[in-house]
């Protein structure tokens, strides 16, 4: 066989190696063309939705703001109109406290605030003790204008200073010998007369039937409002008109003094404790069943001047009023039609709280409820 017609096997795989390298370059070019021409869609494509997504999100963005418009107002809804005459207690429930200033209230500053409940029901909270060093001789907080039956007799600064001013009004309505027969008590002594109570009755009884009986005459330690350093026992008492010392003693509520001051405390912030059915007077509700004292007790309890003329207004007890504030949250007292006090209870869980006042208040003051609240009164 002739040279001329053998094929080299060297230039066949050449030839080969040639084409495949054309095939492989001319679909290299296709898929970049075609992979340009796909993602250029596939950006077109992603442009559009988010297009239409926006215009979505706009549509519905304006669709909830007419909703808003509709239903809430750029303008808070006005507070119920008051009387015009007289005192009005508006409840403001549903409705905001308009607070612009944000202020802090301490629990210790909460603790001696004057609604602290204390009954059968709620304990004194363990972490009175922050206060109790600030509880005072009244004898001396006064230099002796209010007369104490012993010099220890004590409340807080702030509740002598209500009492001290409520004797002096009394006195300036031709009214004294008012004397102080009761006041805080520490949890020792009220322990000593539940202990001494119990240890009088227990020739007669027992067991849950004894602490009963004793609870009668005797509030459990940790549970009477005299250890809330806020109340008071008001007596009356001269050493020369045994007129007057002979008609306390047959019943303090039948004397001038005694009239006055339950026709009256309210104004200084005091409230008479434990209404009971006809004392102090004939027409007395009686309130030992939210109590739980059911004993003619001549008390005094000092709340501050708006939460006793709101308790005066609707001849609440404490807790009633308190239950009342749970109730409503919101509340406010107006006089002539002119807003006197905006009252309002927020949760707390017995630490310092944040709250937010009224720019134009021109004051305020704070107190726990010991019921998981905190009660804020505004003064205006």
């Known amino acids: 066989m002739s040279n001329a017609h053998r094929t080299d096997p060297y230039f066949r795989l050449l030839r080969i190696m040639i084409a495949l390298l054309v095939l492989f370059v001319v679909f290299l070019v296709g898929y970049l063309l075609l992979d340009s021409h796909l993602r250029g869609r596939y950006l077109q494509e992603q442009g559009r939705i988010v297009e239409e997504n926006n215009a979505m999100v706009q549509a519905y963005?304006?669709?909830?703001?007419?909703?808003?418009?509709?239903?809430?107002?750029?303008?808070?809804?006005?507070?119920?109109?008051?009387?015009?005459?007289?005192?009005d207690i508006v409840s403001l429930k549903g409705y905001?406290?308009?607070?612009?200033?944000?202020?802090?209230?301490?629990?210790?500053?909460?603790l001696k605030g004057g609604l602290l409940l204390l009954n059968r029901w709620h304990m004194l909270p363990a972490d009175f003790t922050l206060v109790e060093g600030e509880i005072d001789s009244i004898m001396t907080l006064t230099d002796r204008r209010v007369p104490t039956e012993a010099r220890e007799m004590s409340l807080f600064p702030e509740a002598v200073t209500a009492l001290d001013e409520m004797i002096a009004g009394a006195k300036a309505a031709g009214l004294e010998n008012y004397i102080v027969r009761g006041a805080y008590r520490?949890?020792?002594?009220?322990?000593?007369?539940?202990?001494?109570?119990?240890?009088?009755?227990?020739?007669?009884?027992?067991?849950?039937?004894l602490t009963e009986e004793v609870r009668k005459g005797v509030a459990y330690p940790g549970t009477s409002d005299y250890q809330s350093g806020l109340s008071v026992e008001i007596k009356a008492w001269s050493p020369n008109d045994p007129v007057l010392n002979a008609a306390v003693a047959a019943n303090f509520q039948n004397t001038e003094q005694a009239k006055w001051l339950y026709e009256n405390s309210w104004k200084y912030g005091y409230v008479f404790r434990f209404p009971v059915s006809g004392y102090p007077n004939a027409q007395t509700i009686d309130k030992s069943y939210k109590t739980g004292i059911d004993l003619k007790m001549d008390a005094y309890r000092y709340v501050g001047i708006p939460h006793a003329q709101v308790m005066h207004e609707k001849q609440f007890c404490l807790e009633e009023y308190i239950e009342y504030l749970i109730e409503n949250k919101h509340i406010a007292v107006y006089e002539e039609g002119q807003l006197k006090y905006e009252i309002f209870r927020v949760e707390n869980d017995g630490t310092d709280a944040d709250v937010r006042i009224p720019a134009e208040a021109a004051s305020y003051s704070a107190s726990a409820d010991n019921m998981g609240g905190l009660v804020v009164a505004v003064s205006y």
């Open 61 to 87: 963005n304006d669709a909830v703001l007419a909703q808003r418009e509709q239903v809430v107002p750029d303008v808070a809804p006005d507070w119920p109109v008051p009387a015009q005459t007289g005192t």
């Open 96 to 110: 905001a406290v308009k607070g612009t200033n944000s202020v802090t209230i301490p629990r210790a500053e909460a």
């Open 186 to 209: 520490t949890m020792q002594t009220q322990t000593n007369y539940w202990n001494a109570a119990s240890e009088r009755l227990s020739a007669r009884y027992s067991g849950d039937i």
